[in-house]
């Protein structure tokens, strides 16, 4: 029987902007736009967004990161507004960039906030 992995990577959206969230293995380039539902959804300025993975667990995905690190990334609507999706993964812009091992999301107890 498969088990899921039931946590997840909880955003405290704090700023005064919408933002999008999302995890990749690699850094963005033109060709790591991800696979799974794109683009994310649009958490809006001090809302909530909750990043969940249903197979494989986290520690295996990490495992697959680039040095083993998970990035994870918030992009405000207004960037994407203004380069679109395209440009943002061409050429590497994001807002915040984090780059976590299971053990540090841990330490944060899977939340992040963002200000």
């Not at 994310?40 to 993975?53: C, G, M, Q, V």
């Not at 249903?54 to 994407?80: A, F, G, M, S």
Request: charged share 30%.
């Amino acid at each position: 029987m498969d088990i899921t992995d039931s946590r997840g990577i909880i955003t405290h959206n704090k700023s005064n902007n919408s933002i999008y969230c999302f995890y990749l293995q690699h850094d963005l380039t033109k060709d790591s736009v991800p696979q799974y539902s794109f683009p994310p959804h649009e958490t809006k300025a001090n809302e909530d967004d909750i990043n969940l993975i249903v197979k494989p667990h986290w520690e295996e995905y990490i495992k697959t990161c680039d040095n083993q690190k998970l990035r994870y990334y918030i992009i405000e609507k207004d960037t994407v507004d203004k380069y679109g999706w395209e440009t943002i993964f061409s050429k590497n812009i994001y807002n915040k960039k984090y780059l976590f091992t299971v053990e540090e999301l841990d330490h944060l107890n899977w939340t992040i906030i963002y200000e």
